[in-house]
């Protein structure tokens, strides 16, 4: 089984104007021991390279490329002896608080894996073929001429993917197009399932997505806030099994 979790922004602080995926660092860091104590952590590459099919594997993967996955992520995983996958924009590279073609280099040179977020971090299923060519095509191409190595996935941003889009994807020589539908992956395949992370995850929602224990949907939390009222509901949430935990 290949658990896959996608992360957004590590913040040392976080504002009041945050998006619901902004994590804290030190939530993230509470996260990354629950996680390293629960499976083999591996990029994409290295399950392709080793086969790790009789164990657990989770994959750590990082989307927009934004500085914090320098600063705070690649630093951290290198403490603890963990890699990671992290999704950019060629649009966005060397761009105030985004990563600088210094940074991804390092990060590959000490064995993190680059993937593309599409070059202009635009909705891939809403776009023209032609629009959709150049952001999945010139991508990859930009970020194998920096590294010097094959790009192997793509992360759709908006988690928006079609048909179309995994055609092109794959055609266009990704292995791996990694999605935001929810759910485990029982092998490595074409597309990827993953979990997108909130701030509130403890051990206990962690637990939860290892056994399998969170699908029953949103219309659960619509009763019982209609039932209880925000605030009751906000005290006993962590402790129900709703898909997406929130």
Same mark, same amino acid.
């Given at each position: 089984?290949?658990?896959? &979790?996608?992360?957004?922004?590590?913040?040392?602080?976080?504002?009041?104007?945050?998006?619901?995926?902004?994590?804290? +660092?030190?939530?993230?860091?509470?996260?990354?021991?629950?996680?390293?104590?629960?499976?083999?952590?591996?990029?994409?590459?290295?399950?392709?390279?080793?086969? +790790?099919?009789?164990?657990?594997?989770?994959? !750590?993967?990082?989307?927009?490329?934004?500085?914090?996955?320098?600063?705070?992520?690649?630093?951290?995983?290198?403490?603890?002896?963990?890699?990671?996958?992290? +999704?950019?924009?060629?649009?966005?590279?060397?761009?105030?608080?985004?990563?600088?073609?210094?940074?991804?280099?390092?990060?590959?040179?000490?064995?993190?894996?680059?993937?593309?977020?599409?070059?202009?971090? /635009?909705?891939?299923?809403?776009?023209?073929?032609?629009? /959709?060519?150049?952001?999945?095509?010139?991508?990859?191409?930009?970020?194998?001429?920096?590294?010097?190595?094959?790009?192997?996935?793509?992360?759709?941003?908006?988690?928006?993917?079609?048909?179309?889009?995994?055609?092109?994807?794959?055609?266009?020589?990704?292995? &791996?197009?990694?999605?935001?539908?929810?759910?485990?992956?029982?092998? /490595?395949?074409?597309? !990827?399932?993953?979990?997108?992370?909130?701030?509130?995850?403890?051990?206990?929602?962690?637990?939860?997505?290892?056994?399998?224990?969170?699908?029953?949907?949103?219309?659960?939390?619509?009763? !019982?806030?209609?039932?209880?009222?925000?605030?009751?509901?906000?005290?006993?949430?962590?402790? /129900?099994?709703?898909?997406?935990?929130?």
């Amino acid at each position: 089984m290949i658990t896959i &979790f996608t992360y957004h922004k590590i913040l040392k602080e976080l504002s009041k104007q945050q998006d619901v995926y902004d994590i804290q +660092y030190d939530y993230f860091i509470k996260q990354l021991s629950y996680l390293k104590n629960k499976s083999k952590i591996c990029t994409l590459l290295d399950e392709k390279q080793n086969n +790790y099919d009789k164990n657990k594997i989770t994959v !750590l993967t990082f989307d927009d490329g934004t500085y914090d996955h320098y600063s705070s992520v690649f630093k951290e995983l290198e403490y603890l002896n963990l890699k990671g996958v992290f +999704y950019v924009n060629p649009c966005n590279i060397g761009n105030k608080n985004y990563l600088s073609k210094k940074n991804i280099c390092e990060m590959v040179r000490y064995g993190h894996e680059i993937g593309s977020h599409s070059y202009n971090h /635009l909705n891939l299923a809403k776009i023209s073929k032609k629009n /959709l060519l150049y952001e999945i095509q010139n991508s990859k191409a930009y970020l194998e001429d920096l590294l010097g190595i094959e790009i192997l996935s793509i992360a759709p941003p908006f988690g928006s993917v079609n048909d179309t889009v995994i055609k092109v994807a794959l055609d266009s020589g990704y292995k &791996f197009i990694r999605t935001t539908k929810w759910g485990h992956n029982k092998s /490595l395949s074409s597309t !990827l399932n993953s979990f997108v992370v909130k701030k509130e995850w403890d051990k206990d929602v962690i637990e939860r997505i290892f056994n399998k224990n969170f699908f029953i949907g949103y219309s659960l939390k619509k009763y !019982l806030i209609s039932f209880l009222g925000f605030e009751k509901f906000n005290l006993i949430k962590k402790y /129900l099994p709703i898909r997406g935990p929130f």
